[in-house]
């Protein structure tokens, strides 16, 4: 739960998982395979689902939005979306790899003619405007935070990045918060990934996961969003180890 003190073993965890660094360059890496909304992301289940209702739940909650911000936006495909509902926005991207903010930059520079603001770092350290953005896309991004006080901080932070009114809207990976019910998701979710792939690509899929994310539950999630203030929060879409939810401010 929210607050409660890491033990030794999850600490060595902690410390085991990828760095910021590891982080960045595997996505320069991956820019071409992230820019296939078809294709790029067959490992994520309901990708496009989740895609379309958080976009469309964002444009509903804040019909006259000015400014968006996309955290960890990869090659745009967020902000794409968002833009086909809402083609008058203002674009904040902000993401660690810079092969990936130029692509966003190119594909998101052919839908509107607003402004696009690029930021390449961490959005725990970038320095943004408070009380600006109408709304936050956080797609596959926030499962890179490790221990509580990392997500409570970087939630408080995405809170006062909002302005009233406005809307944090995340598609991400999850777990559960009962064990045994962990345990049948993942184990579900790899038989997912073997009839994708085969044996080894599950392997290499959760080896991977094992190594850089650290995802926790939709509950721990909304939870961690009413404590640092927003109004309201709203579960949109869940299946296995993927889910899409958000709060309003």
């Not at 405007?129 to 956080?138: G, M, V």
């Not at 993942?186 to 094992?210: F, H, M, P, S, T």
Request: aromatic share 8%; hydrophobic share 40%; charged share 30%.
């Amino acid at each position: 739960m929210i607050g409660e003190d890491l033990n030794d073993d999850e600490e060595k965890i902690i410390m085991s998982k990828s760095t910021t660094v590891e982080i960045r360059e595997r996505f320069d890496n991956d820019v071409k395979r992230f820019s296939n909304l078809e294709t790029g992301q067959l490992s994520t289940i309901d990708a496009k689902i989740s895609l379309e209702l958080i976009t469309e739940a964002a444009k509903r909650i804040v019909p006259h939005a000015e400014n968006l911000l996309d955290v960890g936006c990869g090659a745009g495909n967020y902000t794409l979306m968002m833009l086909s509902k809402l083609p008058d926005l203002n674009c904040t991207l902000v993401d660690l790899s810079k092969p990936m903010l130029d692509k966003a930059f190119e594909r998101v520079a052919e839908k509107t003619n607003n402004n696009i603001a690029l930021w390449q770092g961490d959005i725990r350290t970038v320095l943004l405007k408070e009380n600006h953005f109408d709304i936050i896309l956080a797609g596959a991004v926030l499962h890179h935070l490790r221990d509580d006080e990392d997500w409570e901080s970087t939630f408080e932070k995405l809170y006062r990045l909002l302005k009233p009114g406005g809307c944090l809207m995340v598609s991400d990976l999850i777990n559960q918060e009962t064990d045994v019910l962990n345990a049948y998701t993942w184990e579900k979710y790899g038989d997912y990934l073997e009839g994708l792939n085969g044996k080894a690509y599950r392997q290499k899929v959760l080896d991977y996961i094992a190594k850089e994310d650290s995802p926790r539950s939709i509950n721990y999630q909304l939870q961690l969003m009413k404590k640092v203030g927003f109004a309201n929060v709203e579960i949109l879409h869940k299946n296995l180890c993927f889910g899409a939810f958000g709060g309003i401010k």
